[in-house]
């Protein structure tokens, strides 16, 4: 059975995680967008291509990312990846393959890469603010 991906959720998954609130989005989206609008796309399983391309720019995150997004098919490859069996499958006669280690550093190393982002992210915000303020 094929798993639909919801890329209103993912919009509303990956602004989330930046730390950016439906109003700025919907700000640097430009004048015609509001709260309730991004509230609304938030909620649409497909979101126009055109669309994503805006979204994808604005919070820096690829396309491909609100298109192909599966919450529970990365939860699946953890799982599989970290399960209770993990470890002893990696043993192959007598060689020891440790994929779930090299898996987990990878991991690791990309939460690390998306901090440093949404850090970065938080600096453009405030910059952004006090821009909007001082007008």
């Known amino acids: 059975m094929e798993q639909k991906i919801h890329q209103g959720r993912n919009v509303k998954r990956f602004r989330e995680m930046l730390n950016i609130k439906q109003e700025a989005l919907a700000y640097d989206l430009g004048e015609d967008w509001n709260q309730k609008k991004i509230s609304m796309l938030e909620q649409k399983d497909v979101i ?5 391309k805006q979204i994808s720019a ?8 609100f298109q192909n997004f599966d919450e529970e098919q ?10 209770e069996h993990a470890f002893a499958n990696s043993f192959n006669y007598g060689t020891i393959n ?8 990878q ?4 939460k690390i890469v998306l901090y440093e982002r949404m850090l970065k992210e938080k600096d453009e ?3 952004r603010l006090e821009k909007l ?3």
């Open 74 to 83: 990365a939860i699946n490859i953890i799982s599989n990846t970290f399960g």
């Open 133 to 135: 303020i001082g007008k």
């Open 48 to 52: 126009e291509e055109n669309l994503l």
């Open 58 to 65: 604005v919070l820096k995150i690829p396309v491909e990312a």
């Open 98 to 105: 440790i994929h779930p280690i090299d898996k987990l550093i």
């Open 125 to 127: 915000m405030m910059a």
């Open 107 to 110: 991991l690791h190393e990309e």
